[in-house]
Structures are given as structure tokens and as C-alpha cells.
């Protein structure tokens, strides 16, 4: 037959023996490489808090703690300090089950919501707000950043938490938050989220965060 | 006779036509939110209130999705009887799916579009939407995606395995069973946004850089041999190569959405190299198509469908261009680091979605109408032209503003703003960027207007078809 005088660079089935040996073995390495990874990114505990062991995703309870994001000398890109104790809405002795919850529910607000078809988490959906990776640590929500006193709160979590509530009364652009009914406790469990993202480590993004303000604001 | 009758024999091939329809239908909906979300990028009063950025997007995002779905289904539909040579089984399931997947999709649109938002509780997840960019539907929704997908995979290996199983029918089976398969990744809840984020990249990307990739290489096949009479064994042997390839690079390219969501550090590494490898699967698809084209201009057999064979070219260069070359221009970490999340992802989106898949299953939809009037040849009209060229030129052109916008916003918020709340107001400020926004808009508008004569091509392109034919045979006959 004319097949066997083919050379096997022309014949259908070793390259279809090929593809199957190459997607084997790209689907199992993923698998493994999934399997090594949902453990790293998998919440730690309120014991590593405690005992000060660094997690990729730290446990809920990360909002008892300040959280700061600065440049790592080894690995060359900022990532997220764990540092001493902090208030949050009054309280720092969330327990590992509570903080859970509320993140938890700030998470579900995030996706009742639709936050992400304005925004992006961890530098994913739409472009039409700012990126929430890091905006609980964001310098316009701190004591001299221009939206706490707009809003007249003492604290980050305060000021956002009215924010979100009545981003009509707080425009700070022409392009609008709108009014999405975000109650009370929903506001309080979507900060609780926000702090507990800002506290993953992202390898360093975003880069650069607010480190060259007073090159750009030379007052 | 000028005719407008079924010319198909076969209850597959008129599913198909039914599910073309709807899907164009949803990209009529897909443009009209694109156009109100860009309006909204310059005036942000516009709808204000009514139907806010978050909402048009997530329409314009989930009709693409939906239409593109159903336009894979219908091209399905259409090859099978072809390429089998029987009947589809089930056919009558088959065509109850499709009115209930019809009906589930209604519904899901007129919620999101009357309800929009519910209270952060399990109850909005279920009813109204997910909250996830792309698989926002709500989870009775997906529950029933499921089934109905079940059911269509269901007739196509019974058909498969009653008729004749060719090549492309083989791969597109393996190729249907993994893309539905990965559905399942993003249907459930999680509390930790890095797991949730890892499992929804195993949908999207595995979608868009691994099964739909195979998907269109495997009709293209089918395609290029109905349209220019491709030879079936190259053809056959060349998707085997770019399943190797294209499965070899885009699963490990998932990599690329690992970098900053929290997963390890070597997924820096397993992204930067698989990643960077998927544009040379598209690379070989665009030779193959234009090498084809070649030797087939060298016989001078006519071609059979010039719209489809010119839409097959569109896709042969928006996906090469598309995917390949602009998403390797942020695929590699020391580039992504500061192009993540920006316009400049927008950009690539929009070439790459509209280079692979919508011009491809633009391409398939001109076979099925040819055979729905049993045309022998198709030539290419004014409005099949002006269509293919508007469209073309209006995705391209939003393309290349919004690269402006990517460049802009990089710099500027990203470089030096460090990517902070103000720094981003700064970047969207920033007259360079308004302008490209402007341009965008201008753009989507010529996209919608090429939009409009291909409605209307292919509502008349059967009937001009017929008349030239019917010409061309009397002038045959009064010749001889
Ligand atoms: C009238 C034409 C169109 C206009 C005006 C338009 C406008 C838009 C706008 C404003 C967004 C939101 C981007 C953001 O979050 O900042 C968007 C997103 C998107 N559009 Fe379009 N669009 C149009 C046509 C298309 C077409 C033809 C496709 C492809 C089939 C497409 C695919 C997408 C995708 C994939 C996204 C998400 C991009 C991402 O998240 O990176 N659009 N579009
Ligand atoms: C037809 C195939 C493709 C389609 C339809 C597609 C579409 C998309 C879309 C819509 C996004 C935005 C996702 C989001 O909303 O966050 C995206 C992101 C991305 N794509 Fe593709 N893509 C394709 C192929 C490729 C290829 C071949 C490469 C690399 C060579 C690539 C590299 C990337 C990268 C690096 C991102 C992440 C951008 C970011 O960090 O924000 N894509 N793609
Ligand atoms: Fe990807």
C-alpha cells in the first residue's frame, strides 16, 4: 500500500500518537503542579499568626493584625508584613471561625455585587475602577489620603465602610460608584475582605505601590 | 427557481441554522453593551443608575460567551451528518435542548438586566449571578447548561459511533467532552479568593488557550476542505500536529494567570515558557491555511464559498495576531508585572476572542447557508464585503486604541503612580488616554455598522446567489 512508503513525518497516526503522549503528559504535570499548589494558597491558621509563620494566604483572622507591603531584599519585590495587633471596628480578638464568616460574607457582597465587572481583585475583571489588590494599604484611605476626611471617620475601615454604603454622597471622580444597597454588615464583612486580601502575597504586585509619591508630588 | 425553502435533508443541519440564529441575535446584544459600557468610559452620567458599567458588562461579556457556545454547537450540528454520513441520533432531544437552552438564557439576561443585584448571600449566587467575570450565570443556570450540554454530547458520540468517525469528528469529540468537563471548575463557592481565582483560570483560559483553540482548528479542517477542497488526510494530519502543539503549549500556559494571585513563585517560570510558546500553534495555523489557499489558486478549481473562505482568512490572521502576538507581548512576567489588569489586556481580548472565534464561526454559519438553499458556488456581495471589512476593521481599530490606552495606563499608573487609587485616576485622566477612549468608541461604532451588513447579507445573499446562478446557466444553455 502507498501508506508504508510514507515517511512517519507524513503519517496521521504517529502524529496523532504524538498529541496524545504530549497533552498526557501537560495534563499530568498540571494535576501535579495543581496538587502542590491548592495547599500552598489553601488559608493558614490563627496559630501562624500567633507564631508568626508566613502563609501565602494567611488565615481570616489576619484583620486582628496590621498588615504593611514592603520591599523583601531577598526576593527583590514588595510583599505583605504581618506586624502587631490592630483594631478593627473596635475589636482586634476576632476568633478564627468569625473572621472567617465575615470575610466570608464580604467575599459573597463581592460577588452579589458584581464588584469585579468595575474593578479588578488580585488584577482580575474590569478596568473601569481602581484595582482592589491592595486598597485596604491604599495611601488615599489613610490619615492624610483624601478620602478618610471626606468621609469624617477616624479610621481606614470606617471610612471605607461609608463609603460603600453611600458612594453617591463621596464622589471622588467623575466616573461614579453607584448605589448597589450595600447594608451595614455587608459593608463591615467587605472591608474585612479587602484587609484580608491585601494580606496575600502576590509576588510583588502590584509593583512599586506608592513608593515614588514624593518624586510625583514635589511640593 | 428563486426559492426560499429548506434545501437541507437533514433534522442536524436545521438545528444548526436555529442555533446560528439565536447566536446572531446575542452578538447583536453583545455589541449594543459593548457600545453602552464604551459610552460610559466618556460619559460616565450616561445610564447612570439604570444600567450601570458592571451591568452592561457582564451582558456584553456573558452574550459573547452564550453566542459563541451556541455558534460551536450549530457548527457541530452542521459538519456531523457530513462528516458521518448519517443522521444525527437523538436528534429530537437534540432540538428540545435547544428550545430549553433558549429559554434558560432569556431568562438569565432579562434578570441580570431587571434584578442586577442581590444581598451578599447564597441565595444571589443561585438566582441571579455568580459575580465572576465571564461565568457570572447563576447556578440553577449552570446546573442546566450542564444537562443540556450533556444531552448534545450524548447525540454526538452516539453519532459519532453509528456512522463514520473521521479524524475531525474524533478530535472534536475528545475535544467537546474536556471543554465541557472544565465547566464544572467553576461551580462552586469558595472562601478564599486565591483558590477561587485558581479554579476560574482553569475555565477561562483552559477554554480560550486549549479546547476552543483544538475546537477551531478541527472545523477550519472541516472548512477548508468544504470550501476549497482541501485534502482531507493533510488536513487530518495537521490537526493532529496542532492538538500536539496547541495542547502541549496552552495547558501549562495557564501559567500566566499564576503569577500574582497568590500561587508559588514557579509558576513564574512554568507560565513565562509554555505561554510563550502557544503563539507558534497559530503561527502553523495561519501557514497552513494561506499554503492551502495557494494550491488551491495553483489548480483553478473554483472556490465553492468565497465569504466563508474569506472569514476562514480573517481568522487565520486575527487569531495569529489576536492571541498570538498581543498576548505574547504581556505574557512574560517582567512585561505582565505592569501590564496586568490594564487596558492593555482589554485590547488583546477583543483581537483575539474576535480573530479566533468569531470570525471562524462567521465563516462556518456562510457553509451552513450556503447549504441551507443547496447552493453549488457562493460568491462574495457588496455587503458580504463591506460586512467582513467593517467588522474586521472596527475590532482592529479598537484593538490599536486601546493598545494606546494599555501603553498610556502602563506608564502612567503603573510606573509612576505604583498602581495606587489615585495613580489610577491620574492615568484615566490623562488627555492621551480620553483620546483613545474616543477612538474605541469611534471604532465600536464601525464594528456595529459591519454588524449590520453582514444581518443583512446573510439574510440576502442566498437569493442573489440564485439569481447568478440561474443567469449563468442560461447563458450556458444559449451558448450551447
Ligand atoms: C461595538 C463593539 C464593542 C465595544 C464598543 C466594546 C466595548 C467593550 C468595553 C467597554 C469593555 C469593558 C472593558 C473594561 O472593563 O474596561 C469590553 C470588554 C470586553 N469585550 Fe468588548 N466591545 C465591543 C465588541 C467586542 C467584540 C466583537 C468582542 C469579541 C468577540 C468583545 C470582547 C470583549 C471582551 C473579551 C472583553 C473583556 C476584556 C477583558 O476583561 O480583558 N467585545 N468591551
Ligand atoms: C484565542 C485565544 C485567546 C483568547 C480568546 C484570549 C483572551 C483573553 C482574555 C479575554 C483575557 C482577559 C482575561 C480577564 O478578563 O482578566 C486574556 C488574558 C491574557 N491572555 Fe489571552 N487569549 C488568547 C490567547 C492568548 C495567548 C496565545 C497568549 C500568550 C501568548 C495570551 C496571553 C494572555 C495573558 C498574559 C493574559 C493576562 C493579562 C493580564 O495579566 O491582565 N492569550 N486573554
Ligand atoms: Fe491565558
Known amino acids: ?219 | 427557481m428563486l426559492s426560499r425553502v429548506m434545501n437541507v435533508q437533514y433534522e442536524s443541519q436545521k438545528l444548526a441554522i436555529n442555533y446560528f440564529q439565536v447566536a446572531l441575535i446575542l452578538f447583536g446584544a453583545q455589541l449594543l453593551f459593548g457600545l453602552t459600557t464604551a459610552i460610559q468610559y466618556l460619559y460616565p452620567q450616561f445610564l447612570f443608575g439604570i444600567i450601570d458599567f458592571s451591568v452592561g458588562r457582564m451582558v456584553h461579556l456573558n452574550a459573547m460567551i452564550v453566542w459563541l457556545l451556541y455558534a460551536m454547537i450549530g457548527s457541530v450540528y452542521w459538519l456531523l451528518p457530513d462528516e458521518t454520513g448519517i443522521e444525527t441520533v437523538g436528534i429530537k432531544i437534540g432540538r428540545l435542548l435547544f428550545y430549553i437552552l433558549t429559554l434558560a438564557v432569556t431568562i438569565v439576561v432579562v434578570v441580570y438586566l431587571v434584578v442586577q443585584v442581590g444581598p451578599g448571600n447564597a441565595m444571589s449566587r443561585w438566582l441571579i449571578h455568580e459575580g465572576r467575570e465571564y461565568i457570572e450565570a447563576p447556578r440553577w443556570a449552570d446546573i442546566g447548561i450542564v444537562v443540556v450540554v450533556l444531552g448534545f454530547l450524548g447525540n454526538v458520540f452516539a453519532t459519532a459511533f453509528k456512522g463514520k468517525r473521521t479524524g475531525i469528528v474524533t478530535v472534536l469529540m475528545i475535544d467537546l467532552l474536556a471543554l465541557a468537563g472544565l465547566y464544572l471548575a467553576g461551580m462552586f463557592y469558595t472562601k478564599n479568593v486565591s483558590v477561587d481565582q485558581f479554579w476560574w483560570w482553569w475555565v477561562i483560559h483552559l477554554w480560550v488557550e486549549a479546547t476552543w483553540e483544538v475546537y477551531v482548528a478541527a472545523v477550519i479542517g472541516y472548512g477548508l476542505i468544504k470550501t476549497i477542497g482541501a485534502n482531507r488526510k493533510i488536513i487530518e494530519m495537521w490537526i493532529w500536529i496542532e492538538v500536539a502543539m496547541l495542547f502541549g503549549s496552552g495547558i501549562l500556559g495557564i501559567g500566566h494567570h499564576y503569577f500574582w494571585i497568590g500561587t508559588p513563585e514557579y509558576w513564574l517560570e512554568i507560565g513565562a515558557l509554555f505561554s510563550a510558546l502557544e503563539p507558534v500553534p497559530l503561527l502553523g495555523m495561519f501557514v497552513h491555511v494561506i499554503y492551502d489557499w495557494g494550491k488551491q489558486a495553483g489548480k483553478r478549481t473554483p472556490m465553492t464559498n468565497t465569504p466563508a473562505f474569506s472569514w476562514f482568512v480573517v481568522t487565520t490572521f486575527g487569531n495569529f495576531l489576536g492571541a498570538g502576538v498581543w498576548g505574547f507581548m504581556h505574557t512574560l512576567p517582567q512585561i505582565n508585572l505592569y501590564t496586568h489588569g490594564t487596558q492593555w489586556t482589554a485590547a488583546h481580548g477583543h483581537l483575539a476572542f474576535y480573530g479566533a472565534y468569531v470570525a471562524a464561526l462567521i465563516g462556518m454559519m456562510y457553509i451552513g447557508l450556503q447549504g441551507k438553499y443547496g447552493l453549488k458556488e457562493m460568491r462574495m456581495t457588496a455587503s458580504a464585503k463591506w460586512g467582513i471589512t467593517l467588522l474586521t476593521g472596527g475590532v482592529l481599530g479598537m484593538t490599536m486604541a486601546l493598545t494606546i490606552a494599555g501603553y498610556v495606563q502602563t506608564f502612567i499608573e503603573r510606573g509612576q503612580w505604583g498602581a495606587t487609587w489615585q495613580g489610577y485616576f491620574v492615568g484615566q485622566n490623562s488627555p492621551w488616554m480620553i483620546q483613545a477612549y474616543g477612538w474605541r468608541l469611534a471604532m465600536g461604532v464601525v464594528t456595529i455598522l459591519g454588524f449590520v451588513f453582514l444581518m443583512k447579507d446573510m439574510m440576502t445573499i442566498a437569493r442573489t446567489a440564485q439569481r447568478e446562478n440561474l443567469k449563468t446557466e442560461s447563458t450556458a444553455t444559449a451558448t450551447a
Not at chain 1, 489576619?62 to 483594631?87: A, C, F, H, S, W
Not at chain 1, 464580604?106 to 475583571?125: I, P, R
Not at chain 1, 447594608?183 to 502590584?206: C, Q, Y
Open chain 1, 1 to 219: 500500500m502507498e501508506e508504508q512508503k510514507i515517511s512517519v513525518w507524513g503519517s496521521v497516526r504517529f502524529w496523532r500518537n504524538t498529541a496524545v503522549w504530549v497533552t498526557g503528559f501537560a495534563v499530568l504535570l498540571l494535576i501535579w503542579l495543581s496538587l502542590d499548589t491548592i495547599p500552598q494558597i489553601s488559608a493558614g491558621t490563627i496559630e501562624d499568626l500567633e507564631n508568626g509563620v508566613t502563609k501565602r494566604v494567611p488565615s481570616a483572622a489576619v484583620i486582628n493584625y496590621e498588615i504593611g507591603y514592603e520591599l523583601d531584599n531577598k526576593r527583590k519585590t514588595e510583599i505583605p508584613i504581618i506586624g502587631g495587633k490592630q483594631m478593627f471596628f473596635g475589636r482586634n480578638d476576632y476568633s478564627e471561625e468569625e473572621a472567617t464568616e465575615l470575610v466570608s460574607h464580604g467575599k459573597m457582597t463581592v460577588q452579589s455585587k458584581n464588584c469585579m465587572n468595575c474593578h479588578t481583585l488580585l488584577g482580575n475583571g474590569a478596568y473601569y475602577a481602581p484595582d482592589l489588590t491592595k486598597s485596604w494599604l491604599d495611601p488615599a484611605w489613610s490619615e492624610t489620603g483624601p478620602y478618610r476626611p471626606m468621609t469624617g471617620k477616624a479610621t481606614t475601615e470606617e471610612a471605607m465602610a461609608e463609603f460603600l454604603q453611600h458612594p453617591n454622597k463621596y464622589p471622588t471622580h467623575a466616573r461614579m460608584m453607584p448605589d448597589l444597597g450595600i447594608t451595614p454588615d455587608e459593608a463591615i464583612a467587605v472591608v474585612a475582605f479587602l484587609k484580608h486580601m491585601s494580606s496575600i502575597d502576590t509576588n510583588g504586585f502590584p509593583r512599586n505601590f506608592n513608593k515614588i509619591k514624593g518624586a510625583v508630588n514635589a511640593k
